[in-house]
């Protein structure tokens, strides 16, 4: 299986902390993706860090990539409820050809407590 | 960016009948994805469709369980056929350019299937 892992599973934290999860994965990759999932609903992408970057900001968020260890994280900087989602990396592979599609991480589900 | 819908947003079906499942986007994508998502877990790709070619489907997943139509760029359905409880799921369309030389994916909110 090419399918990435997440850890932790699960995470909860209260208002105001910061949140970190992590991500690895087992092929060369052209780029990493972080999606967030609210409850029973669609995917919203969030961050894309290439292949060729070792880090990245958006907002509160921050993404690191260590190709070397094939691994990524995702840093949510003081956290708020609204926050609380399922947080998912994807990868997008190199050499994919036409048939691109994303390999896609177990996901952490986080909890951000008022 | 794209703006999908899915219809239905959520249905229960008996054993044995077969659900379509339909997803609209608001502007011509190449490619478009189905995934299914068992409560709590991660995602697990169905197919690929892309318009003017058959769907590609992922190891598990055949075509007489889940027929998928591209009619065109902008609308496609995938159908859940002879529906067993092991079916009931979250089933998400996505789409997908490669703008820039990156695959980035805007989801649909899914459907979520209860099979009795």
């Known amino acids: 299986s090419q399918q990435g892992e997440e850890d932790p599973q699960a995470l909860s934290i209260q208002e105001g902390e910061n949140a970190t999860m992590n991500c690895s994965y087992k092929t060369s990759i052209n780029n990493l993706q972080w999606y967030r999932q609210n409850s029973g609903r669609g995917l919203v992408h969030q961050i894309l860090?290439?292949?060729n970057e070792r880090e990245k900001h958006s907002g509160r968020l921050r993404v690191t990539l260590d190709t070397s260890k094939k691994s990524s994280s995702l840093l949510i900087t003081a956290s708020r409820a609204a926050d609380t989602a399922s947080y998912f990396c994807a990868t997008d592979l190199i050499n994919a050809g036409n048939n691109r599609k994303l390999i896609w991480g177990l996901g952490t589900s986080l909890a951000v407590n008022p | 960016s794209a703006v999908i819908s899915q219809k239905p947003s959520r249905d229960i079906c008996q054993r044995g009948t077969s659900l379509t499942i339909q997803c609209q986007v608001d502007?011509?994508?190449?490619?478009m994805f189905w995934y299914r998502q068992q409560p709590g877990q991660s995602l697990t790709l169905i197919a690929t469709a892309n318009q003017g070619s058959e769907a590609t489907y992922e190891s598990g997943f055949v075509i007489d369980k889940f027929p998928i139509s591209r009619p065109n760029l902008t609308f496609s359905t995938l159908t859940v056929s002879n529906m067993s409880p092991e079916d009931s799921s979250i089933y998400l369309c996505?789409?997908?350019?490669?703008?820039?030389?990156?695959?980035?994916?805007?989801f649909g909110p899914g459907t979520r299937l209860t099979v009795l």
């Open positions: 996505s789409v997908g350019w490669l703008a820039a030389g990156y695959n980035e994916q805007f």
């Open positions: 860090i290439r292949s």
């Open positions: 502007s011509q994508v190449t490619m």
